[in-house]
């Protein structure tokens, strides 16, 4: 008797079925190699990236089905799941708990999308946990609940290899440089797929995507950064004035000579105050970037604060973070704001904004102000390239 084949035209089918369905997903989709396992009663995935299909599963689940399986390992595969168990010590006993815990992160994110899992898939609710966190939370929480278990989906998912993983010599393996780069070429084409069609991507790709292309920094470090750097920028414009006598006039006789006059910025936050703000973040934002001001010598004559949504409730003078008036809570608009802090006068050369990021922006910047965007919380739309932008976000 021959051995079991796979139906590649199935399978051909399921891969693009998840290319259709997720994109941004496709070059990840379409770069595993599969390997013929009679008897294993699922598809699974190793670290590899290679996967693992009983021919006879193949032939009883349809192309969708196998397509958002396929998706699904696609998941572990690019969030790296077999190293974080292996960073976490996942060992015999605990596997089945990170697995669950793993299938719970992508999940939650597939159900949305409208897919068709042959199994009832697990997710973070029935794991008596709140959607949206890492597997890693998810773990913690269900680490000594026996009653939780998952499928097997492969090394790919825990990082311990199989017995049927011997069957793949010969096929090609994808090594952890090719990798990376595969996880970065993906995370690009779910931003500029997040930025083109916004809702289109799930958040929790979002935020993989933005975690693995800009790495967490402590945003209190950014952010004094780039506003000293504005306020640097703008006080360097310096001039010669006439006003003040050189203090080496005195050696040049009857000559006035210009001193140097360095001018001290006038500075605006404006501050998104509509609803999806988290407000202690907020708050911490503020505060941070007030004290960043009074360090470099800013007097309140030279602050300005205007609270925004869609449209700018108030423009306020502050000499407290308390002072702050949250107004607002309808849709965004930071370019409202950004206008209204261009009609002050003095005119402020540099607008820091503080926002969560849900919100369209001008198609060009100000010409005559340095603008900070400080993106408060996880999970925003893009922001403008001609702003400098920082993420605040409690690095856990
Ligand atoms: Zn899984």
């Not at 379409?30 to 996967?51: E, H, K, M, N, Y």
């Not at 040049?252 to 605006?268: E, F, S």
């Not at 407000?279 to 505060?287: G, I, K, N, Q, T």
Request: proline fraction near 6%.
């Amino acid at each position: 008797m021959s051995a079991p084949r796979l139906d590649e035209q199935r399978i051909a089918a399921a891969r693009l079925w998840g290319a259709l369905r997720f994109p941004y997903l496709a070059s990840a989709v379409f770069a595993s190699r599969v390997v013929t396992a009679p008897g294993l009663g699922t598809i699974a995935v190793d670290r590899s990236w290679r996967l693992y299909m009983d021919p006879a599963v193949v032939d009883e689940w349809s192309a969708a089905e196998i397509g958002s399986v396929l998706v699904h390992h696609v998941g572990h595969l690019l969030r790296d799941h077999a190293a974080r168990a292996q960073q976490l010590g996942i060992d015999e006993s605990s596997e089945m708990a990170w697995v669950a815990a793993a299938d719970a992160e992508i999940n939650d994110d597939l159900v949305d999308a409208d897919v068709s899992f042959p199994v009832e898939p697990i997710l973070p609710t029935a794991l008596g946990c709140e959607p949206g966190r890492f597997a890693e939370d998810y773990f913690r929480a269900i680490r000594d609940k026996p009653e939780f278990c998952a499928g097997e989906c492969g090394s790919g998912a825990h990082g311990r290899g199989r017995r049927w993983e011997l069957n793949a010599d010969g096929i090609p393996q994808i090594n952890p440089a090719s990798a990376h780069l595969l996880r970065c070429k993906v995370a690009s084409e779910i931003r500029s797929c997040a930025g083109n069609l916004p809702g289109t991507v799930p958040l929790g790709w979002q935020r993989w995507a933005d975690a693995l292309l800009e790495p967490k920094v402590d945003w209190r470090r950014a952010l004094a950064a780039e506003v000293r750097a504005g306020v640097a920028s703008v006080a360097g414009c310096v001039d010669y004035s006439y006003m003040r006598p050189s203090r080496r006039a005195s050696v040049t006789g009857d000559v006035i000579m210009p001193a140097l006059r360095k001018p001290l910025p006038t500075v605006a936050i404006v501050i998104d105050t509509s609803g999806s703000m988290s407000d202690d973040l907020l708050a911490a934002a503020v505060a941070e970037v007030k004290g960043i001001l009074q360090g470099v010598g800013l007097d309140r004559d030279h602050l300005h604060v205007l609270s925004c949504d869609a449209y700018v409730h108030k423009v306020q003078r502050i000499t407290s973070a308390r002072q702050i008036e949250l107004r607002g809570g309808g849709g965004t608009n930071m370019g409202a704001g950004i206008d209204a802090a261009l009609q002050l006068r003095p005119s402020p050369s540099l607008i820091v904004v503080l926002t969560d990021g849900y919100t369209p922006w001008p198609a060009d910047g100000p010409k005559r102000a340095r603008v900070v965007v400080g993106l408060v919380g996880a999970g925003h739309w893009p922001a403008p390239s001609w702003a400098r932008c920082v993420r605040i976000e409690e690095v856990t």
